[in-house]
């Protein structure tokens, strides 16, 4: 809350004063009409700000918040407030996730290029190149001008938009979780199809950013949206627990208790659930009454061998329930989120859920990639994790030069971004698959080369078949043509991928690759429609060095007919023969769209 705003309010005044001011400086105050909470909308972000950056230069946000304020000044939200508290909110999540000044800025500005007369030519001249990426990055594509396709373009020119800066999908994120706040105000139906589209990609996303704080509530608010009266009995159960706060505090105390007995320097704390992990678990398990069980989190002081002194403790303390414990520190999840999760036979019977992580996990766990700008200092450590958590980001878009259509890419990405998942183990290390996976999905997993000449595959010692479904857990070997000693036969062996395994592939990866192979590997006797096809995602290839995209045929079929081709399969030949060089023909296109827009 505004302490300034507290005091003017308590003290009747018009003006916020601070506590011991005498009259004299409350009216010089006046006189100098210094902007205070009440006046000044920036104050509190700015506060939050340098809450977490003391070094940050307020000014430029200021700068960002009246541009942004007289762009949009005269539109409104449909709840009838101001179009300008919308960015306001906006940035003020940003915020408190702890991200860096740039951020804020873009976020301020985020919706002026799309709903006003502000240019992103305009906005990299006031504000620079990062911020113009960052604002062009989350500006939706034309509906009027790409049709039903614009949507999945858009988010295909995000994806891409953030594998260059990650900060595009926070500020999404962002903006649909105010938007998501703020969705009561709009029909049954709208509200409906905003949640439902929010839960499809959104918030994987988020998870798989590792930002659980937005995350939980993004959960919570899609619940509201799509079962709200699930959302009530779930809310109603946890307002009214009784006798819950007693017995944590009780384990909370016993807990400390012993870990002080064993020298574990740790913080010990209840973790509830937040209400949409209570209601799934309550759906998956089939329970009547809301299933919640009692969970607490203790984050120790030291590094990640104390966790497993944690442990001991907790199990030395209370029996451990068989089959719950889980050690995502040697094995982390696919969003690198670290901790012991495991459950034990608390006081009076009732299992009670233990989190057990170092300071810097808990960090990570909660703020996810965000944590590299809410604590900068971190280190080396920090960037390299940070990379290897944007390595599927790079992965996707390197479907995304394969995928003929945004719809295509979009449903790659859905399946990349689904959360059944398992790790097998290949190599001396663990891979993560999607669920149904097969050799062949791993050995593209492992590499291009050892997918396109993998000939068998031994899961748990056993030799299985190509098509066999891995199950979490499994010790698989690839065996390639390549393999100076497989133990097959290489005469007799086919040579690359078999046209049968396009049958039973699950992830998007390896899909991509079997139909890359037999592209390069079909001619001379390519087909026309390969080289239309090819012709089509060369274009792509270029489109995205400029970031950007094409979500229908319309402008590619107006360029081939002001370049004198009689038909757009023509151009795409002509594109595949290079005929005609596909810089040049993306730089019309370009022309050409941003004209018309
Ligand atoms: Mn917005």
């Not at 408190?96 to 007369?117: F, K, S, Y």
Request: aromatic residues 6%; contains cysteine.
């Amino acid at each position: 809350m505004d302490v300034d705003a507290g005091h003017g309010a308590a003290l009747g005044g018009a003006l916020p004063t601070q506590p011991g001011e005498l009259p004299l400086t409350r009216r010089l105050r006046s006189l100098l009409a210094w902007p205070t909470a009440e006046t000044d909308p920036v104050s509190h972000l700015v506060r939050t700000h340098r809450g977490i950056h003391a070094g940050a230069d307020p000014s430029v946000l200021r700068r960002a918040y009246t541009i942004a304020e007289n762009m949009h000044r005269g539109q409104f939200r449909k709840s009838g407030e101001p179009y300008i508290t919308h960015p306001l909110a906006v940035a003020q999540i940003c915020a408190d996730l702890g991200m860096d000044t740039t951020t804020l800025v873009a976020a301020l500005l985020h919706d002026t290029v799309e709903d006003t007369r502000y240019t992103l030519q305009a906005l990299h001249e006031d504000f620079g190149r990062e911020v113009a990426h960052l604002v062009d990055g989350v500006t939706k594509f034309d509906k009027a001008f790409y049709g039903k396709a614009a949507e999945a373009e858009t988010i295909r020119k995000m994806i891409i938009a953030a594998g260059r800066d990650v900060r595009v999908l926070i500020i999404k994120l962002a903006d649909r979780l105010h938007n998501m706040r703020t969705l009561g105000v709009r029909s049954a139906a709208s509200r409906e199809r905003i949640a439902r589209k929010t839960e499809e990609v959104l918030i994987p996303l988020c998870d798989r950013l590792g930002i659980q704080t937005l995350k939980r509530e993004l959960d919570d608010v899609v619940l509201l949206h799509l079962h709200p009266e699930e959302h009530a009995r779930i809310a109603r159960h946890v307002h009214d627990r009784p006798g819950w706060d007693a017995y944590l505090e009780d384990v909370v105390a016993q807990v400390r208790v012993a870990l002080r007995r064993n020298r574990v320097d740790a913080d010990v704390s209840p973790r509830p659930r937040h209400l949409y992990s209570i209601w799934k678990d309550t759906v998956a398990g089939g329970h009547s009454s809301p299933y919640d069980l009692p969970r607490i989190a203790i984050v120790v002081d030291g590094p990640a061998t104390d966790c497993y002194a944690a442990l001991g403790s907790v199990h030395g303390l209370w029996r451990p329930v068989p089959g719950r414990f889980k050690d995502y520190i040697a094995s982390p999840k696919n969003n690198l989120y670290r901790s012991l999760h495991t459950s034990v036979c608390g006081p009076k019977d009732r299992t009670v859920e233990v989190l057990i992580r170092t300071e810097e996990m808990h960090r990570s766990a909660e703020y996810g990639i965000a944590a590299d700008y809410r604590f900068p200092r971190a280190g080396g450590g920090a960037a390299a994790a940070r990379d290897e958590q944007l390595a599927w980001l790079h992965r996707v878009l390197d479907w995304e030069q394969d995928a003929a259509d945004p719809a295509q890419f979009l449903e790659s990405l859905r399946c990349d971004l689904s959360e059944s998942q398992i790790q097998v183990f290949a190599d001396g290390r663990q891979v993560v698959l999607p669920a149904g996976a097969t050799p062949v999905d791993l050995a593209y997993e492992l590499g291009t080369d050892r997918g396109d000449h993998c000939l068998a595959a031994r899961i748990n010692g056993r030799l299985a078949p190509l098509s066999s479904e891995l199950e979490e857990g499994d010790v698989v070997e690839i065996f390639t043509e390549n393999d100076a000693d497989n133990g097959f036969e290489a005469e007799t062996a086919p040579r690359g991928p078999r046209r049968e395994w396009l049958g039973f592939v699950k992830s998007p990866q390896a899909q991509m690759q079997i139909n890359r192979w037999f592209a390069e590997h079909t001619e001379p006797g390519i087909s026309i429609s390969d080289k239309v096809r090819l012709g089509r995602a060369t274009i792509g290839l270029a489109l995205r060095q400029h970031n950007r995209g094409l979500a229908s045929d319309l402008p590619l079929l107006r360029l081939s007919e002001e370049l004198g081709y009689p038909d757009l399969e023509t151009l795409l030949v002509a594109v595949f023969d290079r005929v005609i060089e596909p810089d040049e023909v993306v730089r019309q296109l370009i022309d050409l769209v941003d004209h018309r827009q």
